[in-house]
C-alpha cells in the first residue's frame, strides 16, 4: 500500500515484547540467537550447522519483564516522544 498523501507517518509504538537470548555453539563458538527458548530443545547452528541442546529460560521470568515493560509500550525512549 503506498502512502499517496504526502503527510508523513507518525512513529509507530512497540506493541509486543519478546527476549532474544544468544547461546555459544559449543563447536565453533557462534553466538545463536534463540527467541524465547521455554523448554529444552535442540539448536542447529546456523554457521557449522552442528546441533546442540540448550538449557531453557524461565517463562515465570519472562512474564515478569513483560509485565514489568508493560509488552514493551513502557519501553520507548521518553525523550523521543
Not at 519478546?18 to 542447529?44: G, I, S
Not at 515465570?60 to 515493560?69: D, I
Amino acid at each position: 500500500m503506498s502512502n499517496e498523501s504526502n503527510k508523513p507517518l507518525a512513529p509507530v509504538k512497540p506493541i509486543a515484547l519478546e527476549l532474544l537470548l544468544f547461546y555459544p555453539c559449543p563447536f565453533c563458538d557462534h553466538k545463536m540467537p534463540m527467541l524465547n527458548p521455554v523448554k529444552p530443545t535442540v539448536a542447529r547452528c546456523d554457521s557449522c550447522l552442528n546441533a546442540f541442546p540448550v538449557v531453557p529460560v524461565d517463562a515465570r521470568t519472562l512474564s515478569f519483564l513483560k509485565v514489568m515493560l508493560d509488552n514493551g509500550r513502557a519501553s520507548i525512549d521518553p525523550d523521543f516522544m
